[in-house]
């Protein structure tokens, strides 16, 4: 991920429920699709922030600004970005999707690190209770590594790395989907799709 930036990098996390746990893999075999939702951005009015989504943050500083922006890169020349520089190391703003609550999903999205000299990170946060609630599943540019975290009263803990396979009780409900970047990322998010697994 290192050097020029100028393509979107995919990135996807399966969350499903089995038993008393919940299993996290970086890959979507071996279970069927009851419905798929993709966020319509290319129907999102540039200048704006982006429809059917509200925003949090974890830690301190700055909540983010979310806007839908223009991308000739991007797969319908528009992509939604998170444009806030605030510097504070511990911020991680979120954008999360309203209209689905979700326990078990497969969902995708791709992003392009645009900027940042603290962080460069995108991230999806899924089974999002609040703020301060859920689990995260985030690239960073410019340590190219992927890592997979929980979030509990807004203390992030490592739980898995890039090729992760893991079981975990803390939050076995459904919950929000969000977008998430750290500290002064400036990330484009484009190619939002969950599907929600039986």
């Given amino acids: 991920m ?3 930036r100028p393509n979107f990098f995919p ?26 939702t993709v966020v319509a951005i290319a129907n999102m009015e540039i200048g704006t922030t982006p429809a059917d989504f509200r925003f949090a943050r974890t830690g ?14 991007s797969f319908a020349g528009r992509v939604i970005e998170q444009s806030s520089t605030d510097r504070t190391d511990y ?3 979120l ?8 326990k078990n999903i497969d969902v995708s999205v791709k992003f392009k690190p ?7 990170a995108a991230g999806i946060a899924v ?11 985030r690239a960073n540019a410019l340590e190219d590594n992927v890592r997979f975290y929980r979030v509990v009263r ?38 939002i799709a969950i599907d929600v697994l039986e």
């Fill in 95 to 102: 954008a999360i999707f309203e209209p689905l609550v979700a």
């Fill in 114 to 120: 645009v900027t940042g000299r603290v962080d460069q």
């Fill in 127 to 137: 089974r999002l209770l609040d703020g301060d609630n859920y689990y995260v599943v």
């Fill in 154 to 191: 807004g203390r992030r803990e490592q739980i898995g790395g890039a090729e992760f396979t893991l079981s975990d009780k803390t939050f076995a409900g459904a919950g929000k989907v969000a977008l998430w970047t750290k500290s002064d990322s400036v990330t484009r998010f484009d190619q």
């Fill in 91 to 93: 911020r991680f703003p």
């Fill in 60 to 73: 301190q500083g700055d909540t983010g600004k979310w806007t839908v922006v223009n991308d000739e890169t």
């Fill in 2 to 4: 290192h050097g020029t």
């Fill in 11 to 36: 990135l996807t996390l399966l969350v499903a429920l089995f038993a008393a746990g919940v299993i996290v893999t970086s890959g979507s075999e071996g279970l069927s699709q009851a419905a798929a």
